[in-house]
């Protein structure tokens, strides 16, 4: 069964009782997922969907990291969640096996609650007769130790191991740095 609007809600819910400082800046998301019911997981809700991505940490403290093809931008492996993910998690997971062939067996959740929700404008796609839209981007934690990446090269260009105290995104940043303790 695909991502439903009510494993959305329970997860932002969970997520807001971890984080109560965000309600505001989740509060596009809460609005768009009243409006939007199950289209929120549908790269075709154009009012804003979501999106899942992957925060996958070494014991060495380093972060994976993909240079994004379209965007240009380097980035959490992560993308659209697909019909057949049937939770945020998994959706992570799988975009990251997608993007850099790093396998589940060789990946560990650090729990069922995203590390992170971000909020960002993606910008019109004529190509793709995409308006403007919002994603709302929920990240996972993952621990490996494996450091071996394959690149899916047709949706990045790079990757890059980079210490979790040189991303620049917050709070993203700051919870991988604890984690890393």
Do not use: C
């Not at 939007?36 to 060495?60: C, M, N, Q, W, Y």
């Not at 659209?80 to 589940?104: F, K, M, Q, S, Y």
């Not at 007769?129 to 260009?157: C, Q």
């Amino acid at each position: 069964m695909p991502i439903t609007a009510q494993h959305v809600r329970e997860t932002v819910i969970a997520y807001l009782t971890e984080h109560p400082d965000e309600k505001d800046s989740l509060s596009a998301l809460v609005r768009t997922l009243d409006r939007a019911g199950d289209t929120i997981a549908s790269r075709k809700e154009f009012r804003g969907h979501v999106t899942a991505a992957a925060a996958l940490l070494r014991p060495d403290g380093r972060v994976l990291t993909v240079e994004h093809r379209v965007l240009g931008k380097w980035l959490l492996p992560g993308g659209h969640v697909e019909e057949n993910d049937t939770t945020l998690v998994a959706a992570a997971l799988r975009e990251l096996e997608e993007e850099t062939g790093i396998a589940p067996d060789h990946v560990e959740p650090d729990s069922g609650l995203p590390l992170h929700i971000e909020v960002h404008s993606i910008p019109a796609n004529p190509e793709k007769a995409e308006p403007r839209h919002l994603h709302f981007d929920f990240r996972f934690l993952f621990r490996t130790t494996t450091d071996r990446v394959e690149l899916r090269e047709e949706e990045v260009t790079a990757y890059s191991w980079q210490f979790a105290d040189a991303l620049t995104a917050e709070p993203l940043r700051s919870r991988i740095v604890i984690a890393t303790r």
